[in-house]
């Protein structure tokens, strides 16, 4: 009968534990009203994930206890001592985790919503305190006082649940959808210099410099010799859809809405979450299938694109698969979704929405039809056919929508033109182990052999694309190869329980939000290494390079330190350019 009285302590513990978890769901999603079924699907969800693993855990400590303790351990059904101990521990990881939480994802909240997240969880700390204070007393002096002592854990339970919830508020602050300014479009303006822009997921300067210090990447080193170049911090989560959003506004997500790669759905639920907790492995709940995922849209936009705002000034603009371009929204010039691969050959490929404007889709959908070349960025032995199989697919379509680019431009030119290449992540993803095994401790000799060059003949590759830009530039035009975040070993631990999940063997993980960078070229590039900046600080610097105001809205910084001509160009403002 003890073992079941211990039951009732641990599941009531693992019940504690999945309500402060779910609290830090709602400080990190404040737009969801506490009055909603909404918090009670999510909290059924994490009780039956979080909860019963709490409780197991807690179960087996109790046995172990009971095995190497001398005093036989009978605690009540609801035992105040125990309970005490165990409402301690799950309150200070829970505050160790909305402190964590905050710090990490600091950029997705304005300074009220802030406040009012590190209200909470200075609450939550001071109610672990005092939790583990009575369990000290309990154990000190016994039984005596116990109803008292129960009054007082009740006390602080409670209080540990509602001055956080207090602290958040009711929620449901809804933000405003995207909307265009109503404003008339000037003439088109055909001269002036060029910006090319290539976007590369995953790269890191670390990796590069010492690659082109061999010359191994001769056009690499063409730009960090003779161009300019700066470290970009990035945001957190450092997923695609957050981190290239920021850098089309200008914008951190707070502003231009964009903080996650998805919505996130309870079991039965209609109404997404947008962020799941950091560091307590919130992605298995959607790996596992307990939460369903829905990838973002272009509906997602709280906030104008630098491609949209070009088209206000009558510039055109190319851009090629740049997350969150499905449904495509017309512009000045032509847009290719990043989702245009995944629609050829289905039922949607002509349903006009992966590219505009409708005239030029053939171009692309030809471009896509030429042969498969990925096999030669790629070098032999890779084990493709061997499970788990790298996901490679990314090397193919890098080329394709390169084509497609290079295609599009002839026909319909433009002055602003955006490419982004995403196999480069994929490829770190899986061969950064075998690229950098000091990195890893024990590599195999003849895996890193064969797999080593994987990821150098991509960089390779990557450097060859910069190279036929280079060829293309113009006497005053600009080239900048963007990296949104870099590259770096898994964590030991996220790599044993991706293991255990029997998810792909990864070994290069951006979790942790490692810088990027920024390399500018052209004959107005003041060449030099500049001071660290902001993926933010992309788009004011595209517009003050073709002399257009910036948005005194936008969180970046024009940086006019890049250009030789930054004493002769003041930099301008406006108040917004709308959204």
Not at 392 to 420: G, N
Not at 424 to 453: C, K, N
Request: glycine fraction near 10%; charged fraction near 20%; proline fraction near 8%.
């Amino acid at each position: 009968m003890r073992f079941l009285r211990m039951l009732t302590n641990a599941l009531l513990a693992g019940a504690l534990g999945a309500a402060y978890l779910t609290i830090l769901l709602l400080q990190l999603n404040p737009q969801i009203p506490l009055a909603s079924a909404l918090v009670w699907r999510w909290y059924a969800t994490l009780v039956a994930f979080y909860g019963l693993h709490l409780a197991v855990f807690f179960y087996v400590l109790m046995l172990v206890r009971e095995f190497v303790s001398v005093e036989m351990f009978s605690p009540g059904w609801i035992s105040v001592r125990l309970l005490a101990w165990l409402s301690s521990a799950a309150a200070a990881v829970a505050a160790a985790l909305m402190w964590l939480n905050l710090r990490g994802f600091g950029a997705l909240f304005d300074e009220p919503t802030a406040r009012r997240f590190a209200a909470g969880a200075g609450a939550t700390t001071a109610a672990a305190i005092v939790l583990f204070g009575i369990a000290v007393a309990h154990y000190s002096f016994g039984r005596r006082g116990s109803r008292v002592g129960a009054a007082l854990l009740a006390i602080a339970i409670v209080g540990s649940l509602a001055l956080p919830i207090a602290a958040r508020g009711p929620g449901g602050e809804l933000p405003l959808g995207a909307r265009r300014v109503s404003i008339e479009s000037p003439p088109e303006k055909t001269s002036g210099p060029r910006v090319v822009m290539l976007l590369l997921d995953g790269a890191s300067l670390e990796y590069i410099w010492p690659r082109a210090a061999e010359g191994r990447l001769p056009n690499f080193a063409r730009l960090l010799d003779s161009g300019a170049s700066l470290d970009l911090a990035t945001i957190r989560p450092t997923q695609p859809d957050p981190v290239w959003a920021a850098v089309a506004t200008g914008m951190y997500p707070t502003k231009n809405g964009v903080r996650s790669a998805g919505l996130y759905f309870a079991g039965g639920d209609d109404r997404g979450l947008d962020l799941l907790p950091d560091r307590c492995f919130s992605h298995t709940l959607v790996q596992l299938g307990v939460v369903r995922d829905r990838p973002n849209t272009s509906a997602a936009w709280r906030a104008r694109p630098v491609w949209s705002i070009l088209t206000d000034y009558g510039i055109a603009a190319g851009v090629v698969r740049w997350p969150l371009t499905y449904p495509v929204q017309p512009l000045r010039g032509f847009l290719v979704s990043d989702r245009f691969h995944q629609l050829l050959g289905s039922v949607f490929e002509i349903d006009g929405r992966a590219a505009y404007p409708p005239e030029l889709e053939p171009i692309a959908r030809d471009a896509f039809a030429e042969s498969d070349t990925a096999a030669t960025v790629l070098p032999a032995g890779v084990p493709l056919a061997t499970p788990p199989a790298p996901d490679t697919s990314s090397a193919k379509w890098d080329q394709f929508y390169s084509r497609a680019l290079r295609d599009l431009t002839i026909e319909r030119p433009v002055r602003f033109s955006a490419l982004r290449y995403q196999g480069l992540d994929t490829i770190g993803h899986y061969f950064l182990r075998y690229a950098q095994p000091r990195s890893f401790g024990a590599v195999p000799e003849a895996d890193r052999q064969r797999l080593g060059p994987a990821l150098d003949r991509y960089y390779g590759y990557i450097d060859g694309e910069i190279g036929a830009a280079l060829d293309r530039l113009a006497p005053g035009d600009l080239l900048l190869v963007v990296s949104g975040f870099g590259m770096q070993p898994v964590d030991p631990v996220k790599h044993a329980i991706g293991r255990l999940l029997r998810q792909p063997d990864l070994s290069g993980t951006h979790d942790r939000a490692p810088d990027g960078f920024m390399l500018a070229f052209g004959t107005p590039v003041a060449p030099g290494r500049h001071t660290r900046g902001s993926i933010v600080d992309v788009t004011p610097t595209i517009l003050y390079f073709l002399g257009l105001p910036i948005g005194r809205d936008m969180d970046g910084y024009a940086r006019a330190d890049l250009f030789a001509f930054s004493p002769e160009r003041p930099i301008t403002f406006i108040p917004t350019h709308g959204r």
